[in-house]
């Protein structure tokens, strides 16, 4: 058709050319959204900087963490970890302080989160012997 007003015959096959590169790109940006939709990731660093940044402001407390483990499914982000308070404590007040930093992590974020914890008592040597979780605290700078 634009040969027709060019006069120009290579024109015809160049757009040809760039029409089927654009949708061989758009097939491969749909394809890889919709599989990365599917497998699980690891949440994005700078959201794991906020849950630290949170965590740690409660070491003050005498309240510690490890193992935090994070994935996204889908829009979803699941985040775990181990809550270490002071053994003193009454399994009760550990529950509601488990209880007050999972509401606070969830509210962190406007996607929908879930947060699983686990009490553990600070200063007892077994709860750092988690077999098979890799502790990898991500540099604050």
Do not use: C
């Amino acid at each position: 058709m634009i040969v027709k007003f060019t006069g120009w015959l290579i024109i015809d096959p160049v757009i040809a050319i760039l029409v089927a590169l654009n949708i061989i790109y758009t097939g491969y940006k749909l394809i890889s959204r919709s599989a990365s939709g599917l497998m699980d990731a690891v949440i994005p660093e700078e959201d794991t900087r906020k849950i630290m940044a949170y965590l740690d402001s409660l070491k003050e407390q005498g309240i510690d963490y490890h193992s935090l483990m994070t994935r996204m499914s889908g829009q979803r982000k699941f985040i775990s970890l181990h809550l270490l308070v002071p053994g003193e404590w009454s399994v009760k007040q550990g529950h509601d302080m488990a209880d007050q930093v999972e509401e606070t992590i969830i509210g962190l974020f406007d996607e929908p989160v879930t947060v699983s914890t686990h009490i553990e008592p600070v200063g007892d040597p077994s709860s750092m012997k988690d077999i098979g979780i890799v502790r990898r605290k991500i540099d604050m700078e």
